[in-house]
């Protein structure tokens, strides 16, 4: 079944129920590719209010990647934490499909935290599975961010679709629908529509998250680069 | 035995005619499905001393290097750039067309 669905063209129906599969899984806004091809850096950031987030890595090979990280998050006490970590990235499997890609990562940082009460040691390892073809795209996302004191475990699930297809030396415009739980922050649920941008040289994504609630609307951008 | 030689050498000049008039490598690509992702495939393609050209259709999977002039590129070397920026090569061959005919075609 499941490879009839993968196979299947990315109609408006079918967009429909795999983002709404998609969602009824338990659950951070990332793109598809957490690294780049071989002999290549990515940075990529992530800029909200109370979040904010920056990656670098190198990748010698395509499936490994080295890196740092630096993260600032402000929590719903209003106390402020940084974690800066070296970070490695594989990618546990990728599944090649005539009209699409899969998969199945695993990120993991390692460094210290620095907080208004305690510091020490902090660790963020978390697995993603993605999907994505030229008109649909969905992810999945566990996350842990630890440290003496502190605790920013994330889940996250996206599904979004393109406007339309493009070709490759063009800007391709998408929406995507974010749903992600972040322990101690607020609100510790975050609904997020994006409209993303991806062209060959970049990929810019500009949301709003919790849109519809006053108190909790927050802008947020994400960024990527790859060279 | 006369008549066998004289057919093998007509065709290997033929065939080596053919192999001479190609000028690009096409090929169909599992798993290229977005402009940012692949940008490892044009940018390696594109460094190869070979490289006349580099054509990328992300909706129809194709990839077209063009070659230079009495340049050659081994299909398996093609493969292998390919493989290292993270896809698959479904088909690959030779063609007797440029990157730029190539690329008007397929916008038809």
Request: proline share 4%; charged share 20%; with cysteine.
């Given at each position: 079944?499941?490879?009839?669905?993968?196979a299947?063209?990315?109609?408006?129906?079918?967009i429909?129920?795999?983002?709404?599969?998609?969602?009824s899984?338990?659950?951070?806004?990332?793109?598809?590719?957490?690294?780049?091809?071989?002999?290549?850096?990515?940075?990529m950031?992530?800029?909200?209010?109370?979040?904010?987030?920056m990656?670098?890595?190198y990748?010698?090979?395509?499936?490994q990647?080295y890196?740092v990280?630096?993260?600032?998050?402000?929590?719903k006490?209003?106390?402020t934490?940084?974690?800066?970590a070296?970070?490695?990235?594989?990618?546990?499997?990728?599944w090649?499909?005539?009209g699409?890609?899969?998969?199945f990562w695993?990120?993991?940082?390692?460094?210290?935290?620095h907080g208004?009460?305690?510091s020490?040691?902090?660790?963020?390892?978390s697995v993603?599975?993605d999907?994505?073809?030229?008109?649909?795209?969905?992810?999945?996302?566990?996350r842990m961010?630890?440290?003496?004191?502190?605790?920013?475990?994330?889940?996250?699930?996206q599904?979004?679709?393109?406007?339309?297809?493009?070709?490759?030396?063009?800007?391709?415009?998408?929406?995507?629908?974010?749903?992600?739980t972040?322990?101690?922050?607020s609100?510790?649920f975050?609904?997020?529509p994006?409209?993303?941008?991806?062209?060959?040289?970049?990929?810019?994504?500009?949301?709003?998250?919790?849109p519809?609630t006053?108190?909790?609307?927050m802008?947020?951008?994400?960024?990527?680069?790859?060279? | 035995?006369?008549k066998?030689i004289?057919?093998?050498?007509f065709?290997?000049f033929?065939?080596?005619?053919?192999?001479?008039?190609?000028?690009?490598?096409?090929?169909?690509?599992?798993?290229m499905v977005?402009a940012?992702?692949a940008?490892?495939?044009?940018?390696?393609?594109?460094s190869?001393?070979?490289?006349?050209d580099?054509?990328?259709?992300?909706?129809q999977h194709?990839?077209?290097?063009?070659?230079?002039d009495g340049?050659s590129?081994?299909?398996?070397?093609f493969?292998q750039?390919?493989?290292?920026?993270g896809y698959?090569?479904?088909?690959?061959?030779?063609?007797?067309q440029?990157?730029?005919?190539?690329r008007?075609?397929?916008?038809?």
């Amino acid at each position: 079944m499941w490879k009839y669905l993968l196979a299947f063209p990315a109609t408006p129906g079918f967009i429909a129920i795999a983002a709404l599969a998609s969602f009824s899984i338990v659950p951070q806004a990332q793109a598809a590719a957490l690294m780049g091809f071989a002999d290549s850096t990515m940075v990529m950031g992530e800029f909200g209010p109370d979040y904010q987030e920056m990656m670098a890595n190198y990748s010698a090979t395509v499936g490994q990647a080295y890196g740092v990280e630096f993260m600032r998050m402000r929590d719903k006490n209003d106390r402020t934490s940084t974690i800066s970590a070296l970070s490695y990235t594989n990618l546990l499997k990728r599944w090649n499909f005539k009209g699409g890609q899969a998969n199945f990562w695993f990120t993991g940082g390692i460094g210290e935290s620095h907080g208004d009460d305690q510091s020490g040691l902090a660790y963020t390892p978390s697995v993603q599975f993605d999907y994505e073809t030229t008109r649909l795209y969905l992810l999945g996302k566990l996350r842990m961010v630890r440290a003496p004191g502190m605790n920013f475990d994330s889940a996250s699930v996206q599904a979004g679709f393109s406007f339309y297809e493009t070709g490759f030396d063009q800007t391709q415009p998408w929406f995507v629908l974010e749903a992600r739980t972040m322990s101690n922050m607020s609100p510790a649920f975050q609904v997020t529509p994006a409209l993303r941008f991806i062209n060959k040289n970049y990929f810019m994504e500009v949301g709003m998250t919790n849109p519809f609630t006053p108190e909790d609307r927050m802008p947020r951008v994400n960024l990527m680069f790859v060279f | 035995m006369k008549k066998t030689i004289v057919i093998s050498l007509f065709s290997l000049f033929l065939f080596s005619n053919a192999a001479m008039a190609a000028s690009s490598i096409k090929a169909e690509v599992n798993g290229m499905v977005c402009a940012f992702c692949a940008k490892g495939i044009e940018k390696k393609l594109r460094s190869l001393p070979a490289a006349q050209d580099v054509f990328i259709d992300l909706k129809q999977h194709i990839v077209v290097l063009e070659l230079k002039d009495g340049q050659s590129v081994p299909i398996e070397q093609f493969k292998q750039i390919i493989k290292e920026a993270g896809y698959d090569v479904a088909e690959a061959k030779l063609v007797d067309q440029s990157a730029a005919s190539l690329r008007t075609e397929m916008a038809k």
